[in-house]
Each structure stands twice: as C-alpha cells, then as structure tokens.
C-alpha cells in the first residue's frame, strides 16, 4: 500500500512539473527563468495542495522494500534532472549568475519538498501564493538576471 502511494504521488507531482515546463515553453520568447519560476511553482503549489499525500510521499520512503525504494527513487531522480536541466540551461545561456547548479538545484529540491511538512501555516494558505513565493526564491538562488 505505501509502495502504490508513493508511486502515485511521486508519479503526479512530477507530472506536473513536467506539464508546467510544457506550457511554459509555448509562451513566445520563453527564458530559463521563466521556465524555472513555472516549474517550481508547480512543484511548491502540489507540495501544498497536497501536503498529506505529499507527507508520505516524502518522509515514509525508508519504510519501502528495496525494491520499492529503488523504483521510487528513480521517479525522484527524474524530478531532480528536471530541475538541473533548467539551471544549467539558464547557466550555459548566460541567463543565471552562478557558475555551477548543484548548490542551486539542492536547495530548491529542499524547499520545496519541506512545503508539505508546514502548510497551511500562518499567512500561506493559498497553494498559488506558495507558488508564487517559491518561483520567486528559485530566480533569486540561481542568481537570475531577468528577474
């Protein structure tokens, strides 16, 4: 049973991540930053919206069989190269002011995950918002210059 949630939830945020970076990529004259603002604000909002999936998703992982955890981990790793195509296009563009994407891309993955331990909480109620503010901490990390 937790094999087939986490699947699942690992399965439908990365969806949706992917499904923002497509829709991004439509708009004329896109940029890295754009498309990285779109990416985690479909990652944050999902991670809010569905914190209580996203819990188990995140946190019971070392409860699966080997196995399991193998093939989960596999789905996390695409959802990461997701993330790092996107800054290191921005870095080989000339568009992001860092030099390497790791530290950049750690932090972001990190964020974003932690969403689903604390929301709602305080003013964040609105997963949008959350979005929102973590598209925005996304340019600021990787340095971009079109902010």
Known sequence: MLFAIASEGHRLVLEAMRAADAQARTEPSVTW??????????????????????RVVQYEMRSLSREHFHEIAAVRAET????????????????????????????????????????????????????AVYANLAASLVESRLR
């Open 33 to 54: 930053t754009d498309r990285l603002r779109a990416v985690v604000a479909a990652f944050a909002q999902w991670q809010a919206r569905e914190s209580r999936l996203a």
């Open 80 to 131: 990461t190269s997701l993330v790092t195509d996107l800054v290191e296009g921005g870095i080989v563009a000339g568009e992001f002011g860092i030099n390497e994407g790791g530290d950049a891309v750690l932090a972001i993955m990190s964020l974003c995950v932690d969403v689903c331990r604390w929301f709602p909480a305080r003013g964040y109620r609105d997963p949008d918002a959350v979005g």
